[in-house]
């Protein structure tokens, strides 16, 4: 297994991990701004606004997030991806083998080499 690549790999495994849990971090403000957009028909129309505004600004706090989320899962993508290219130059990858705890999957070169959430 190359040194360089494992240590990009590594970089990208950090960078998910912190990104599965912005994601599910985005995931409970979205359910709680569901929750209180749905609490929206009690009381007067003025506690019903406040409380579909406050379910709205939750709702956004959780999209943020997500898209947090993403952008540090798009980061540690190209810093695998340009070791890659910098070791073996455009080679064939396959993405196999899903790994719930880690989120994400493990990436096959075409060249042999495996990385996955155990290195």
């Known amino acids: 297994m190359n040194i360089k690549l494992s240590a990009a790999w590594k970089k990208r495994s950090k960078l998910q991990a912190k990104a599965v849990k912005l994601w599910a971090e985005g995931a409970k403000l979205r359910a709680k701004g569901d929750r209180a957009k749905g609490d929206q028909a009690e009381g007067s129309r003025a ?62 070169l075409s060249n042999g080499e495996v990385y996955g959430f155990d290195d």
Do not use: M, P
């Open 47 to 108: 506690e019903s606004a406040k409380l579909q505004a406050e379910g709205y600004k939750l709702r956004a706090e959780g999209f943020k997030l997500w898209a947090e989320s993403s952008k540090l899962q798009a980061e540690g993508d190209i810093i695998f991806f340009d070791a890659v290219i910098s070791e073996h130059g455009n080679i064939g990858l396959e993405w196999t083998n899903w790994n719930e705890e880690h989120g994400g999957y493990e990436c096959r």
